[in-house]
């Protein structure tokens, strides 16, 4: 059965304080590997999609890498509005489109 | 562009009531999908629509609900009748094609008393 774990279930960090969140997956085969933004009484939004050990995609304060067994999510020098709950989602290759998700680190950057 | 829409966006029900909720994908988009969070777990697949047709429906829990797509447009879920253990957070996502990002809407949060 696929299965992603998402580590620290909560992290607490100061503005300015570096960090990474890990997803560690088991799969099959892993067509894609996604990570959201979730913030309350939304709906998860897309951040990135990787497909390969090795990949790597930035985005403002984000990098997110991955290798055949885990991603990490990188947040360089986080600001106060990084504060969100950041999911995983794996698609594996038995599947069709469906994702299955981690429950998720919830960060909270202090100014 | 607007993005995927749900309504209603909260819902309080007794069990035994029926309940109908809606998404609205975004316009072009022909692979619709419904998931589920319920309290303390993990987002969780219920099923998948490419136009109108159902992909794959493996994650629909019981035959208490039934999903629809007419005419490949907006979606409709309906529980009936609703159980203490279907409340929850039901999500709607779409996306252009299959294997893309999938975007989400903001979800309808059940309640059922």
């Known amino acids: 059965e696929d299965q992603v774990t998402q580590s620290p279930e909560a992290l607490r960090l100061q503005e300015g304080e570096s960090s990474s969140l890990n997803c560690s997956y088991t799969v099959s085969g892993l067509r894609g590997l996604f990570w959201y933004r979730q913030d309350p009484g939304k709906g998860p939004e897309f951040l990135f999609t990787l497909y390969s050990a090795g990949e790597e995609k930035e985005k403002e304060r984000l990098k997110a890498t991955l290798t055949k067994k885990e991603s990490f999510l990188h947040i360089t020098a986080p600001k106060p509005e990084d504060s969100a709950t950041y999911l995983c989602?794996?698609?594996?290759?038995?599947?069709?489109?469906?994702?299955?998700f981690g429950k998720g680190t919830m960060l909270l950057v202090s100014p | 562009e607007a993005g995927v829409t749900q309504f209603p966006s909260h819902s309080v029900i007794e069990k035994g009531q029926t309940v109908t909720l809606r998404c609205d994908p975004i316009?072009?988009?022909?692979?619709l999908y419904w998931y589920r969070r319920v309290m303390g777990k993990e987002i969780k697949f219920l099923l998948h629509?490419?136009?109108?047709?159902?992909?794959?429906e493996s994650g629909m829990p019981n035959n208490r609900f039934l999903a629809e797509r007419t005419g490949g447009t907006y979606s409709t879920l309906k529980v009936q009748p609703a159980e203490l253990e279907d409340s929850g957070v039901y999500f709607c996502?779409?996306?252009?094609?299959?294997?893309?990002?999938?975007?989400f809407g903001p979800g309808t949060r059940l309640t059922v008393t």
């Open positions: 989602a794996v698609r594996p290759i038995s599947g069709y489109s469906t994702l299955t």
């Open positions: 629509f490419v136009k109108e047709s159902k992909q794959d």
């Open positions: 996502a779409s996306s252009q094609a299959e294997g893309y990002e999938q975007y």
């Open positions: 316009s072009g988009h022909d692979n």
